[in-house]
DNA sequence: GCGAGTTATGTTTTT
DNA sequence: CATAACTCGC
């Protein structure tokens, strides 16, 4: 089978593949793995292998692709279909997956299809009443913390009445007793939280071999991109789809491992043989993305980890752009120095969608901004879910919610007095008692209010005349969502009192037209739209969906966010110890470990020019600190340290007239090549900042080889021969 | 019941 | 520092 050459599509598909890629595409049947670097295709390979099935007579219905977010999956959608007539494989997240299998067998979960999925805020809200009623109090159990440590049994499936028969101790009693209670009240709201939907669709599947079975012939072929950041959940919902067939396809890297902190599981990557006996691994070494130079500090870094499968990184590009280390004096003038970098690049003819700025922390994105605007550069947050945070949009999101499932009370309460219609704490506290007393919803009980003796008529009234409204609501629904906001905006009073405001109001007003925008969009390119599915489809959004590769803009956006995303030109920036490596990690080798392959994952974006900044003093919670380069600077095997001794010195003065000789002086960490002699193991070296030291191990790589040394002071480093400044004893 | 003003509190990454 | 939560006077 051959693909279209003929296609107008972009280079990198058009272009061959690769005999190693090409193993992978054309595998047929049984377990596949593909264990790839950055840049080595490996989405690409997911995208062919859809069409190359289709092409091979598998219905399209019969393919089930999971990809890590919305976005990838709307991109591989877009290609696959490109290639052959994909239309109807099922290309999703994991947890909208869930969501369709949950909405289709709800019986099996114990919920309605009409359920309300619950966001952080939500959560929050929900694990203090539970808390609260379990007779603790919020200060001993921080709710944040309490629903971290649900969530993290949550990913290891590990149900409420499970933990309830481990605990053992004090504290885990307590929690139990907290998880048990959080449930029920999830339970009472026809609510899940974003865990819920992974853990019930993995229950339902594991104790339901019928639907099992159905799911496993609807999806012949089930393919997994991002494998190395699959939960123990995803994993177990996984090999119950495959189970019947066995038709498994993985691919990921487990150095681009990132989402340790939220239940990601790297063992699921590694045991993949084992799980899957007779599995054909395939590995794709070979980088089309980045310039000969990125890659070898991404090497170099990454080498560092110790737990760790080597793996190379074999360049494909011809020699090409650059790698600066750039120090500045602080954040505002790290901001200038990207914002006069930008200019360069422009003015040497770099489109601004070729631009990517990233950082560890969202509160990063502020002093970049500030001097964007300033320096006039035009850019985009890739912030998605921050559209869905605004005030306005969540009062209107939480009528529709309570419009399509009256038992989500969070959401009830958040628009029973929004816009004020006289309906205070007073009343709500009288509902909600007689609602807790009978044992039913708080709809309900507004329902019955006229059976609640201590309510006066008039406040009954109100909330009649509010019970009448939603119903109305209820009444009209026709599906589309954009009719039903315009409806919900002006009936309820939201957008007189959002008039009423003023300029605030005026801008929240035009956020809710955006809505409605969008909404339109949804309406026109769903086949069946309807309220449900709208609201659980935006629930599941995340920041890199709001990624719009097409406008000329520079893209702003933290680590976690870049992934599976390239540029030509890339700037990290706060590149210090407590920033990345973020301080949370700093006592844990993993987490530091994890930190190390984030980084690792930024510079992978680069295709040509990688720009590397830290500032001297950072402003942190209101207050200038002095910061530390990070450590993994180091590890990149650039001379830097030269420069930042000299910008310590006060060598490179800090205003912005002067970036012309931070510039000049940043020459000296640009990579440059030379011959480096041998070591073996066993030799003694000396390391001008480590002192005397012991070869453990010499990975002879020609120019860039590695040599891991076990110094007298205890520590054991990996160094780059060409920069490491060793010697001989 | 409402809203202005004050006080506490919490600070990573996200489906 | 920035926002959420809370208090208190009307």
């Known amino acids: 089978m051959m693909f279209p050459s003929t296609a107008k599509h972009d280079d990198a598909f058009t272009s061959r593949l690769t005999a190693s890629q090409q193993k992978a ?30 092409d091979s007579g598998v219905p399209p219905q019969n393919i089930c692709a999971i990809t890590f977010t919305n976005k990838a999956a709307d991109e591989m959608r877009q290609r696959a279909f490109a290639f052959s007539a994909s239309a109807g494989a099922h290309i999703s997240t994991f947890h909208s997956l869930c969501v369709r299998i949950l909405r289709r067998y709800s019986e099996f979960a114990g919920i309605t299809p009409n359920f309300s999925i619950y966001d952080d805020s939500d959560q929050s809200k929900c694990v203090k009443q539970a808390i609260t009623d379990c007779n603790l109090n919020t200060t001993d159990f921080s709710p944040a913390r309490t629903l971290d440590a649900i969530s993290t049994l949550k990913n290891k499936l590990i149900d409420a009445g499970a933990f309830e028969n481990q605990a053992d101790d004090f504290f885990s009693k307590t929690l139990s007793k907290i998880y048990s209670r959080y449930q029920q009240i999830l339970k009472d709201l026809n609510a899940v939280d974003f865990d819920d939907l992974l853990m019930k669709a993995a229950f339902l599947l594991e104790n339901n071999p019928d639907v099992r079975s159905e799911l496993g012939h609807r999806y012949k072929y089930l393919l997994i991109d991002e494998y190395q950041d699959t939960n123990h959940a995803q994993y177990r919902i996984a090999k119950a789809l495959a189970s019947a067939h066995n038709n498994i396809c993985a691919t990921g890297d487990p150095d681009q491992s990132i989402y340790r902190w939220r239940g990601a599981d790297i063992r699921n990557i590694l045991d993949f043989e084992r799980d899957w006996p007779n599995a054909v691994v395939v590995r794709l070494e070979e980088n089309f993305r980045s310039a000969p130079c990125i890659l070898e500090v991404a090497d170099r870094l990454i080498a560092n980890n110790q737990s760790r499968k080597e793996k190379r990184l074999i360049a494909t590009r011809p020699p090409a752009g650059k790698v600066v280390i750039e120090p500045y004096e602080d954040e505002v003038e790290e901001a200038f120095g990207v914002a006069d970098n930008i200019r360069r690049l422009v003015d040497e003819g770099t489109s601004l969608s070729n631009i990517a700025i990233f950082y560890r922390v969202n509160a990063q994105s502020r002093a970049i901004e500030e001097a964007f605007i300033r320096s006039k550069i035009p850019y985009q947050i890739v912030r998605g879910v921050e559209f869905y945070n605004r005030k306005e949009i969540r009062d209107i999101l939480a009528y529709l919610k309570v419009i399509v499932n009256p038992a989500d009370k969070v959401a009830l309460l958040r628009i029973i007095n929004t816009p004020t219609r006289g309906i205070g704490k007073t009343t709500i506290d009288k509902v909600q008692d007689y609602a807790s007393r009978r044992n039913i919803s708080l709809y309900e009980a ?15 009234a109100k909330l009649t005349a509010f019970l009448n409204m939603v119903e109305g609501f209820r009444k009209n629904d026709s599906g589309l969502v954009a009719e039903m906001v315009e409806r919900v905006f002006t009936d309820s009073g939201l957008e007189k009192s959002l008039i009423a405001e003023g300029a605030d109001g005026k801008d929240a007003a035009a956020n809710v037209e955006e809505l409605i925008s969008a909404a339109a969009v949804y309406d026109k390119q769903t086949e069946t739209p309807a309220l449900v599915d709208y609201l659980q489809q935006i629930a599941l959004f995340s920041d890199a969906d709001a990624y719009n590769a097409s406008v000329e803009r ?36 993993d987490e530091t470990e994890e930190e190390r392959r984030l980084f690792f994952v930024g510079i992978t974006r680069a295709k040509v020019n990688l720009f590397i900044a830290f500032a001297k003093y950072r402003q942190i919670r209101g207050q200038t600190l002095r910061t530390i380069p990070s450590q993994f600077l180091f590890e990149l095997g650039l001379s830097f340290s030269e420069s930042a001794e000299r910008n310590d010195n006060g060598y490179l003065k800090s205003t912005i007239d002067n970036r012309q000789s931070t510039i000049s002086n940043h020459q000296s960490s640009i990579i440059n090549h030379k011959l480096s002699p041998r070591f073996h193991r066993g030799d003694i070296v000396v390391h001008k900042k480590f002192g005397i030291g012991t070869v453990k191990d010499f990975a002879d790589m020609g120019d860039n080889s590695v040599v891991t040394v076990a110094f007298n002071t205890g520590q054991t480093k990996s160094l780059a021969l060409k920069y490491a400044k060793l010697t001989k004893l």
Request: hydrophobic residues 45%; negative net charge.
């Open 25 to 54: 595409v054309f595998h047929r049947d049984g377990p596949l793995l593909v264990i790839a670097g950055p840049g080595s295709g490996k989405t690409r390979v997911i995208t062919f292998r859809i069409a190359a099935l289709i």
């Open 446 to 460: 507004i329902r019955a209010v006229s059976q609640i003796s201590n309510v006066p008529q008039s406040t009954a």
């Open 554 to 589: 520079v893209a702003l956006m933290t680590l976690h966010s870049a992934k599976g995303l390239e540029f030509d030109n890339v700037f990290i920036v706060g590149v210090e110890e407590g920033l990345l490596p973020h301080e949370r990690s700093a006592d844990n080798d």
